[in-house]
């Protein structure tokens, strides 16, 4: 079965560094997503995307945070200037249609000491 | 306010007992409703979900839960737990009147641990 791909697993980085997250999601799907979790919290909505421009974003993905899709595989998140408070796991999700199940995949792990 | 609660942080079953997870809404409509599991290491994946008809939904890996609008509750059920299920079950909502989407609201999870 088709999976949503993501790397690094772990990632850790220090206060004000950039970081880029990276998924791949399923190849035929045209809708992305990222959600975090942060330890021993919900997992919450960052941000949608579709058709290259952002379909919907959460009050978290503030002006640090944007999205890409840079060519017909990849689908990044970026963080200009990391905070402790980012520390958490970040999944990217794929889907076929706004109304289709998501495919998560297994999460980066992103500590900021 | 609108919320989806999980009101059981852990639950702790025999392997072969049956299972129950709950799952209440808070909204002014049924919305659309969802379990994901989540294995240790691995990401969310989807258990079942609802969206009409009938209300006992059928899912993967045995599960099934039912739709209850009278108690605003979609329960996760299991006959019979094998060890494998072991794992955090998140249950998830989307607004249907905002035409669906994937902007899952999530509950806080319940942690399942299974007793040889």
């Known amino acids: 079965e088709p999976e949503v791909t993501q790397t690094p697993s772990h990632q850790v980085t220090q206060m004000g560094q950039e970081v880029i997250l990276r998924c791949v999601p399923i190849?035929?799907?045209?809708?992305f997503y990222w959600y975090r979790q942060i330890l021993g919290q919900k997992v919450e909505f960052l941000v949608s995307?579709?058709?290259?421009?952002?379909?919907?974003k959460s009050e978290i993905f503030d002006d640090q945070f944007s999205v890409e899709r840079p060519d017909g595989s990849n689908f990044t998140l970026k963080i200009r200037s990391t905070k402790l408070e980012d520390s958490a796991m970040y999944f990217c999700a794929s889907s076929e249609s706004p109304s289709a199940p998501l495919h998560f995949g297994n999460g980066t792990r992103l500590t900021v000491t | 306010a609108q919320s989806v609660t999980q009101p059981d942080i852990h639950i702790t079953v025999s392997e072969g007992a049956s299972l129950e997870l709950r799952c209440n809404y808070s909204y002014g409509a049924t919305p659309y409703l969802f379990w994901y599991v989540q294995s240790p290491g691995q990401g969310l994946q989807l258990l079942l979900k609802y969206f009409s008809g009938d209300t006992l939904v059928q899912g993967i890996k045995g599960f099934e839960a039912e739709f209850k609008r009278s108690q605003s509750s979609f329960n996760l059920r299991k006959p019979s737990v094998h060890w494998s299920d072991a794992a955090e079950y998140f249950c998830?909502?989307?607004?249907?009147?905002?035409?669906?989407?994937?902007?899952?609201?999530f509950g806080t999870g319940t942690q399942l641990k299974v007793e040889l």
């Open positions: 190849s035929n799907h045209l809708y």
């Open positions: 995307f579709y058709n290259n421009e952002i379909s919907e």
């Open positions: 998830a909502v989307v607004p249907s009147w905002q035409g669906g989407g994937n902007k899952l609201t």
